[in-house]
């Protein structure tokens, strides 16, 4: 029989989380620190595993790859947006993953970090589907690059706006294509939140295609330098 704790209680304090959005500082935290925080408590308090936990949840993880799908659903009816920026996208694109690569490594190393917690942060900028399949496959821990994963995501969130407001950045092309490249699903359902439904599109385009790149130039360039 299957075990409907961890679905049960991802919904319920997630649904729940939303709601703080009216309570003042913890409406600026998306939901999903909200909800994860709890989430570790509760597992805490009642002493139950993250295995058993993981293993219940399971099939909202399987969710993620189609809801990442339809959240860039408006794409359909701005493909001519698309083409008229085709040349930022593309240069965007590659611009973004070797950024997102080289700067993770560098600093890693700099900081004298081991080669397998390295290659789990590498993907970072990717959705997590993806990202955690990136590092599986290079070696990596994936529950490492689940949470820095979501962690990157949440940044891009709460601070990916403000900055580019603060450096003057207007344009809803180049601010979906910065967020999305950068804070995958999560700081896409932020533009989705402000009803900027261009950054949507520009967000959802890139956090597939980046996490693609990604896909073919993470194994390449840790192969390249070590």
């Given at each position: 029989m ?7 209680l991802?919904?319920g ?13 913890l409406?600026?935290?998306p ?40 959240l ?45 917690v390295?290659?789990s ?7 997590a ?22 962690l ?59 996490g693609i790149?990604?896909a ?10 070590n």
């Amino acid at each position: 029989m299957i075990n409907p704790l961890g679905f049960i209680l991802t919904v319920g304090l997630y649904e729940s989380a939303k709601w703080c959005k009216k309570v003042p500082l913890l409406g600026k935290l998306p939901p999903i620190v909200i909800a994860g925080t709890l989430i570790i408590f509760i597992l805490k308090f009642f002493n139950i595993s993250f295995e058993t936990y993981n293993e219940s949840a399971s099939y909202i993880t399987l969710m993620l790859i189609p809801a990442t799908v339809a959240l860039g659903y408006p794409i359909y009816k701005h493909y001519k947006l698309l083409l008229h920026n085709k040349r930022i996208i593309y240069s965007g694109f590659f611009v973004a993953s070797f950024v997102a690569i080289s700067t993770t490594y560098i600093t890693a190393k700099l900081c004298h970090t081991d080669l397998g917690v390295i290659i789990s942060m590498l993907p970072k900028s990717v959705t997590a589907p993806i990202a955690v399949e990136i590092s599986k496959n290079m070696g990596g821990v994936p529950e490492l690059t689940a949470c820095i994963v979501v962690l990157t995501g949440v940044f891009g969130a709460i601070l990916g706006h403000k900055i580019l407001s603060l450096i003057h950045v207007k344009s809803d092309v180049a601010i979906g294509l910065s967020i999305g490249a950068t804070s995958h699903v999560i700081g896409t359902s932020r533009c989705a939140e402000k009803g900027r439904e261009y950054q949507v599109v520009m967000a959802s385009v890139a956090l597939v295609i980046v996490g693609i790149v990604t896909a073919i130039a993470a194994p390449i360039f840790v192969n390249l330098v070590n």
